[in-house]
């Protein structure tokens, strides 16, 4: 008897909102009228959007790769794998072998798109598990100093060291501590958060349970937003599986010590990115930014220490507790080690996740990886960090993604998301956009988020139809200084930064003259 085909197909929102599930059933299908035996396992991304729905047929070890697909394309598809000498016209060859993919060091993705994300045998021989194996060896002190060690920063978007947060939360006495994961992904062309989950959940639920054993915190929260449903579906399939196999409940890996983990559901407020307007989310209040001090990881969820990071964050942490702080250090550049995953996503010929370590250059990642603009035309401008980051023109591209030299810039690297436009961007339009996006988000506790963005609106306007159009220029600094040093949280206070840039860069969309961009 024939051996079963092995098939691979993408169970990620990507791959099925462009109709993965459908080729998933014409594939079972025509494979049953055919009486062929095929196994069809359902994996996460492998990042390269532009080809999905993308499937895989393992042989002689190795997967070949066909996309994008249709329904239509099933049964051809199924006539060249059965005739080893037929070749289909949407095979792109081996599929790590893409350049998209093969450049890329991945140490957060190395198993989305290859493995069963809810089968816990499978990601343990793919090396799951190995850094919490090595947690449990050590003492939570330890853990935490070799966080530190490794230079890992938060990925969410401050960027503030991991290890600082962890000893942080661990050496404060309290009788119940809390992990709590960010999973609230809001922000315009990113997407990396979901994929992992979609695709790697043990991987989170792993790092979690090392966070936990670090801290001494026994209950953890997945704060998921609630556009995710396959995500919600995946992350409690697996957690539920996770506490059968011994891997989350009261006795964690036989390490005598507790963590227990529950998804919890936002409901689609932006500002609940914000982690004090989160934790207010989580216990059942208004989604509304909390005054500093206190800190989360002294006073957070109800009162008690409280460890804050994003998914990519606690994603991080698996590997460097298998292999060390120091192998983690060595990627990147700087205060910026380890890796990234970029999220190259607008007007964009190859859009999709790429993951590498930090140090790559903006134009790399646009023109090269990236493949320009999918229109053709030349690349004008693109937004990094989310709908309140930078707006950066291509005199810039030879920067290097990298904190401190993004800062530099007046941008920030963010959470890896990368936004392009062609030259028909209108740079006035977007920086209203941006106040227009604080109007609709901001959770309105204080007077300069509330207020300034509404009046940056018609300050904005008034630019546009040359009314005041001097005196209003003016007027739109002093605003943007005032939301900057006056805003309670990050979301007023970075609302100016991608009207300021766009200013800054393209003046001529603001009726001055065009300054010299300069690659300063």
């Not at 922000?187 to 992992?196: E, L, V, Y």
């Not at 140090?359 to 937004?383: H, N």
């Amino acid at each position: 008897m024939a051996e079963a085909l092995k098939l691979f197909l993408p169970l990620d929102s990507v791959a099925v909102s462009l109709g993965a599930n459908e080729v998933a059933g014409a594939l079972l299908a025509e494979a049953a009228q055919r009486n062929v035996d095929i196994q069809l396992t359902r994996t996460g991304s492998r990042g390269m959007h532009w080809l999905e729905p993308l499937l895989e047929v393992e042989r002689d070890g190795e997967r070949l790769g066909f996309g994008p697909l249709e329904e239509s394309d099933v049964g051809g598809l199924l006539d060249s794998l059965l005739d080893s000498k037929a070749k289909h016209a949407k095979s792109i060859g081996l599929a790590e072998e893409v350049p998209f993919f093969k450049n890329q060091t991945r140490l957060i993705f190395a198993r989305c798109g290859v493995t069963d994300p809810l089968c816990l045998d499978d990601y343990a021989a793919h090396g799951g598990l190995a850094g919490l194996d090595a947690a449990i060896k050590k003492q939570g002190a330890d853990i935490c100093e070799e966080i530190l060690a490794s230079g890992l920063r938060g990925r969410g978007g401050a960027g503030f060291p991991a290890g600082i947060k962890w000893k942080t939360v661990a050496q404060a006495e309290s009788d119940q501590k809390y992990i709590v994961c960010n999973a609230d992904e809001g922000d315009s062309g990113t997407f990396a958060d979901r994929m992992i989950m979609e695709g790697d959940p043990y991987l989170l639920i792993e790092g979690m349970a090392i966070a936990g054993l670090a801290v001494g915190a026994t209950k953890g929260y997945i704060y998921l937003r609630s556009e995710y449903p396959i995500a919600a579906n995946i992350l409690n399939d697996a957690i539920a599986k996770a506490e059968t196999a011994g891997l989350l409940g009261d006795n964690v890996r036989g390490s005598g010590k507790a963590f227990h983990l529950q998804v919890f559901i936002g409901a689609g407020a932006y500002i609940c990115g914000e982690e004090t307007s989160l934790l207010e989310s989580l216990e059942g209040k208004r989604g509304e930014v909390r005054a500093k001090p206190p800190l989360p990881a002294l006073e957070g969820l109800f009162g008690k220490p409280t460890l804050v990071h994003n998914v990519i964050t606690l994603c991080s942490v698996p590997v460097i507790l298998e292999k060390e702080a120091e192998f983690y250090r060595d990627f990147g550049m700087g205060k910026s080690t380890g890796t990234m995953p970029f999220q190259i996503a607008g007007n964009v010929k190859h859009g999709g996740l790429y993951e590498t370590a930090f140090g790559v250059t903006l134009g790399e990642l646009v023109e090269t990886i990236g493949g320009g603009a999918r229109t053709g035309k030349p690349v004008r401008a693109v937004q990094i960090g989310g709908p309140l980051g930078a707006y950066l023109p291509p005199s810039l591209f030879h920067l290097p993604m990298d904190y401190e030299a993004m800062l530099a810039k007046g941008a920030g690297v963010g959470h890896g998301g990368i936004v392009i436009f062609d030259e028909s961007v209108d740079l006035l339009e977007q920086a209203r956009y941006a106040f227009e996006f604080c109007v609709e988000e901001s959770c309105g506790k204080c007077t300069p988020c509330r207020i300034g963005s509404v009046r940056g609106v018609e300050v904005i306007d008034r630019i546009r139809g040359r009314i005041d159009h001097d005196d209003n220029l003016v007027v739109l600094d002093d605003l943007c200084e005032l939301m900057v040093d006056g805003s309670l949280c990050a979301m007023g206070g970075m609302t100016p930064i991608p009207v300021q840039s766009a200013l800054k860069y393209f003046p001529e969309d603001f009726g001055l003259r065009p300054a010299k961009q300069a690659a300063e």
